[in-house]
C-alpha cells in the first residue's frame, strides 16, 4: 500500500477454506467450490500505511484476524457471498491486498492421475501487492511458501523489513 489518501476505501482479501465451517461438515477430501474471497473489503487505508517496525502490516493482519474470528455458523452463508456482493459495488481502480493460496489446502498432496506436484506457483499474483501461501512441498508436513509480487523499487525494502521481522 503505496501514500494516496489515507481515508480511501480499499481490500484485503484471502481464499477461506470454508469446508470445515459448513454444517454438516463438508470431509477434507472434497473437492469442490468451497474456497471464497474472503476479508475486508471496505476497510479504510490509513493503519495499512502506518510506517516503522512492519506497524501498517501488523494492521492488516489484525483486521483479517477480526474477519476470521467473527465468523460463526449463523453467518456462513452471509461470509460466503460478501466478496461478490462488495466485487459488484466497488469502483475501479480501489487498491488491493490479497493472499492466494493456503497452507491448509494439502495441494502437494493431490494427485489428479498424472502424479503429485512437485513446484506449485500461483500465477494470478501478478498485481503488486500480492502474496501466495502454500505448504511447504518437501513433505515436512510443517514448512510455508511464500511468494510475494512486488514492484522492483520495493523488493529490496520488503527483504529487509522481512529479514527484521524474523528476529
Known amino acids: 500500500m503505496r501514500g494516496g489518501d489515507p481515508t480511501r476505501l480499499v481490500c484485503i482479501g484471502f481464499a477461506s477454506d470454508f ?3 459448513l454444517n454438516p461438515p463438508l470431509p477434507s477430501t472434497f473437492f469442490g467450490n468451497c474456497v471464497v474471497g474472503s476479508g475486508d473489503f471496505d476497510v479504510k487505508a490509513e493503519p495499512i500505511l502506518e510506517e516503522g ?3 501498517g502490516f501488523i494492521s492488516a493482519v489484525e483486521i483479517l484476524t477480526g474477519w476470521v ?3 460463526c455458523p449463523e453467518n456462513i452463508e452471509k461470509s460466503m457471498l460478501l466478496p461478490f456482493e462488495a466485487f459488484k459495488r ?14 491448509r489446502l494439502g495441494i502437494y498432496g493431490s494427485d489428479f492421475g498424472w502424479g503429485k506436484p512437485v513446484k506449485v506457483e500461483i500465477v494470478t499474483i501478478d498485481k503488486d501487492a500480492s502474496v501466495s ?7 515436512s508436513g510443517g514448512g510455508v511458501e511464500i511468494g510475494v ?19
Not at 523488493?155 to 529479514?163: A, C, I, P, Q, T
Open 133 to 139: 501461501l502454500s505448504e511447504s512441498g518437501d513433505g
Open 69 to 71: 474470528n467473527g465468523l
Open 53 to 55: 517496525e512492519g506497524k
Open 90 to 103: 466497488m469502483e475501479p481502480g480501489r487498491q488491493m491486498i490479497s493472499v492466494a493460496g493456503s497452507t
Open 19 to 21: 469446508r470445515s465451517r
Open 149 to 167: 509480487c512486488l514492484k522492483q523499487d520495493d523488493v529490496e525494502r520488503f527483504g529487509s523489513l522481512f529479514s527484521s521481522g524474523l528476529k
